[in-house]
């Protein structure tokens, strides 16, 4: 697989198969959090960390999605 895995690259990730998000680079981003289901708002997004619950993931939880 050809695969560009620069440190500006993004990932789209799970939390444990559940929620996702993007890894970019050494941070981690919450779109849609895995405890309570909520879509993220953008501000909390970025810094890792949701914006309803304060569920903040653990680098462990964090899975690649695997295109099929
Ligand atoms: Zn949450």
Redesign the pocket.
Known sequence: MMRDEGAASETTITFRGRGLGLRRGARIVVLV?P??S?RNGSRGAERGV?E????VPSPKDAELVVAA
Do not use: D, G
């Open positions: 959090c405890l309570c909520q949701c309803w619950c304060a569920y």
